[in-house]
């Protein structure tokens, strides 16, 4: 079957093929009616825009770039899923480039998005970048930038976060109103901004509650089931055993959560447990994992919104840079309602 | 600190700029040793090439595109990886389209790779893809092009799949093995060639053991954990209770195990249960789920492989066209072994 072009259209409505073309472009000379009287006849004729030749024409791609550390973690595949929805509808196309938790790699593959020419670029910034440049670039070549989640605030661009205080805060105080007294935290690096985030979330709640803070009961892991066990295994090792943790993700509260069953003791009725993230796995684990929900897909779509916010008004000052902070939401399942 | 360029390095092993390029571009007319002088140089000095630059002189991107119908499913996440992994090594970088499944994304998934111009597409076929045209138009403008797990044959590329009629029987021994004899399976939808091969596996694994066929203990379901929740429904509702379940893939075992625990069903006891994929949660579920691994991250690697054999040998005679079948790996779990 031949393609459909907008010459078969034109003839179809008894118009130009020039008309067909600025109608399908939403060009504003033509009127709505027509507009849509040839949009219909494209849908009819089940014409597909020349991507290439409309953007060769417009300069523009329509295809938006997205860079996360990596799709097997839930929550990134969920934003991303968000974005795709919202950028569909208007019309735009998504790639994606995994970092693998690399700067390096996120160096390339903000090359190689440059490279295809995106319209734009929604990223989340990889765990061991050390530098900034790259993201600067793209500022710099009036590239639209959104970052969202794991974010600086000095590359200076819009971004749409969670509070990840708030969210370390409403986790911590779940487990104090469950009754729980000496409840450990495992965190994970301290140099990204959202777990040290969490760990005064978590601080300021046992604060709030005049509970001690006890660095005993402070485990630095490294965001993995691994890292959990092992930080798991330590705390019941140590001189106070703790009768609950709060976990700075899901992937670290299944490995915590393997090494209490190991060890013999009963969740939540011993150890209460809590995660942050709510990965895709949490609901389904043995006692089903308790957590804060981080708005994965409104994050997402509230990411593009910020792109197309940006495409139509290019030069924002620098004090006017929206920057969203979604709420997160308590999630409570089994491994920390205590029986009682 | 300004950018390290290849006078930098010409510099510092008192050559010419373009004996630094050539050699940074193995060029056949720079000496091996040459070659290993230039690039230590290089690496010591932090030397990264400008691919852009360097892809104008050599028409060559080195960007790889992938559709997959979406990294959410594990599967393909790890395949993913597969493929960075070697890209990386081979100087790739990897862009990433998902299908949702949807073949009309597809189409558009693969446009907007050829539109990023990119040196080859490795695709997944989606579940409710139609048409081929669209990777027939990747074989006529001669982008390398492999397909993996979910292929066509007609579309004439190398391949890279696993042995899933193989696997599906491997999986249905496992249980006759363990003494079940009633053993259901929820099948997927039967245009999806790896299905209707799992279909075949489990089939001639029962008549190969002497066990009776019945349609009654076969579901045909949709790849989701509500629809393995529904198909096991109704297999416990039916004339015959099934003494074990085969299911297509881990989500739709997922929702099977779901309603057998509901149900009051104790796992392996009264009924066995076996999946197929590996998926990421299958360990971490009540009891462990038994279920066939699909060489994920090797098939990944192979895929890659073959689309550089491709790019050093563009035209293979159609008889030629390699296609690699991997061998499944049984791992079983509790939720088949039954206590005697």
């Given at each position: 079957?031949?393609?459909?072009?907008?010459?078969?259209?034109?003839?179809?409505?008894?118009?130009?093929?020039?008309?067909?073309?600025?109608?399908?472009?939403?060009?504003?000379?033509?009127?709505?009616?027509?507009?849509?009287?040839?949009?219909?006849?494209?849908?009819?004729?089940?014409?597909?825009?020349?991507?290439?030749?409309?953007?060769?024409?417009?300069?523009?791609?329509?295809?938006?770039?997205?860079?996360?550390?990596?799709?097997?973690?839930?929550?990134?595949?969920?934003?991303?899923?968000?974005?795709?929805?919202?950028?569909?509808?208007?019309?735009?196309?998504?790639?994606?480039?995994?970092?693998?938790?690399?700067?390096?790699?996120?160096?390339?593959?903000?090359?190689?998005?440059?490279?295809?020419?995106?319209?734009?670029?929604?990223?989340?910034?990889?765990?061991?970048?050390?530098?900034?440049?790259?993201?600067?670039?793209?500022?710099?070549?009036?590239?639209?930038?959104?970052?969202?989640?794991?974010?600086?605030?000095?590359?200076?661009?819009?971004?749409?976060?969670?509070?990840?205080?708030?969210g370390a805060y409403m986790a911590t105080e779940h487990l104090i109103e469950q009754g729980y007294t000496r409840i450990a935290h495992i965190s994970g690096a301290q140099h990204v901004k959202i777990f040290n985030d969490r760990l005064r979330g978590y601080v300021d709640a046992l604060r709030a509650h005049n509970l001690t803070v006890d660095d005993?009961?402070?485990?630095?892991?490294?965001?993995?089931?691994?890292?959990?066990?092992?930080?798991?295994?330590?705390?019941?090792?140590?001189?106070?055993?703790?009768?609950?943790?709060?976990?700075?993700?899901?992937?670290?509260?299944?490995?915590?959560?393997?090494?209490?069953?190991?060890?013999?003791?009963?969740?939540?009725?011993?150890?209460?447990?809590?995660?942050?993230?709510?990965?895709?796995?949490?609901?389904?684990?043995?006692?089903?994992?308790?957590?804060?929900?981080?708005?994965?897909?409104?994050?997402?779509?509230?990411?593009?919104?910020?792109?197309?916010?940006?495409?139509?008004?290019?030069?924002?000052?620098?004090?006017?840079?929206?920057?969203?902070?979604?709420?997160?939401?308590?999630?409570?399942?089994?491994?920390?309602?205590?029986?009682?």
């Open positions: 079957m031949a393609r459909v072009t907008i010459h078969d259209i034109a003839k179809k409505v008894n118009t130009t093929a020039s008309t067909v073309s600025k109608a399908l472009n939403d060009h504003p000379s033509i009127s709505t009616a027509t507009k849509e009287l040839i949009k219909e006849a494209a849908q009819n004729l089940n014409y597909r825009q020349n991507r290439l030749a409309s953007s060769l024409r417009s300069g523009r791609t329509n295809i938006i770039g997205i860079v996360i550390p990596s799709s097997e973690i839930g929550f990134f595949a969920t934003v991303v899923h968000g974005i795709e929805k919202v950028a569909r509808n208007h019309g735009y196309n998504v790639l994606l480039f995994q970092s693998n938790i690399l700067g390096e790699y996120e160096v390339e593959g903000i090359e190689t998005l440059l490279h295809s020419s995106v319209d734009g670029i929604i990223a989340s910034i990889a765990k061991d970048t050390t530098t900034l440049d790259h993201y600067l670039e793209v500022k710099k070549r009036k590239v639209p930038l959104v970052l969202f989640d794991r974010t600086k605030d000095e590359i200076g661009v819009p971004s749409v976060v969670i509070d990840d205080y708030k005993d009961l402070i485990q630095y892991g490294k965001n993995s089931i691994e890292s959990g066990r092992a930080c798991m295994q330590a705390l019941l090792e140590g001189a106070k055993k703790p009768d609950a943790v709060f976990a700075v993700e899901d992937f670290t509260a299944l490995g915590a959560q393997q090494i209490i069953k190991k060890s013999g003791y009963r969740i939540p009725e011993e150890i209460g447990l809590i995660g942050f993230g709510n990965e895709s796995f949490s609901p389904f684990i043995t006692p089903g994992l308790s957590t804060i929900d981080q708005q994965a897909a409104q994050m997402g779509e509230e990411a593009f919104k910020m792109f197309l916010h940006q495409v139509k008004n290019p030069t924002i000052a620098t004090e006017l840079i929206p920057k969203l902070v979604l709420d997160p939401v308590l999630i409570i399942r089994e491994s920390s309602v205590r029986k009682s």
